[in-house]
């Protein structure tokens, strides 16, 4: 294979990374605001039920949600999968993800470091008390 050749199929491939990049950063960030002010909610049940997504979407491998994702439609509901929801489901699966991390990071920006990493311990579902 000559050198120009792979170089078109790397600039390919580099394209499509951009494009997750670009459509993941604009997608997360209104979300993160939205599930990082229902965090920070006085409302118990909706701080719990956002809390509650942000400990399993940082507490799942990005893989796995990307399986469920891709494959869970057509499992769960009989859908057929094109080829065309191959990048949709790794958009969905990117910004469900990097959403609660996201969060986090909007959270705990204004927080001295000791309560920061305080703070991150607790959404991902650990004791602070192991940590003293």
Excluded: D
Excluded at 25 to 36: E, K
Excluded at 56 to 70: E, F
């Amino acid at each position: 294979m000559e050198f120009t050749a792979i170089l078109q199929e790397l600039s390919g491939g580099m394209i499509k990374t951009v494009g997750i990049f670009v459509w993941t950063l604009v997608l997360s960030l209104p979300l993160g605001l939205f599930i990082a002010f229902g965090r920070m909610s006085k409302n118990w049940l909706v701080s719990t039920l956002f809390k509650m997504y942000i400990s399993v979407m940082r507490g799942t491998p990005l893989m796995l949600q990307l399986l469920v994702v891709y494959f869970g439609p057509y499992y769960l509901f009989g859908l057929n999968i094109s080829g065309g929801y191959r990048f949709v489901a790794i958009i969905i699966g990117f910004v469900v993800h990097f959403v609660a991390i996201a969060v986090v990071l909007l959270v705990t920006r204004k927080k001295p470091a000791e309560q920061r990493a305080f703070y991150i311990i607790n959404t991902s579902g650990f004791n602070i008390g192991l940590c003293t």
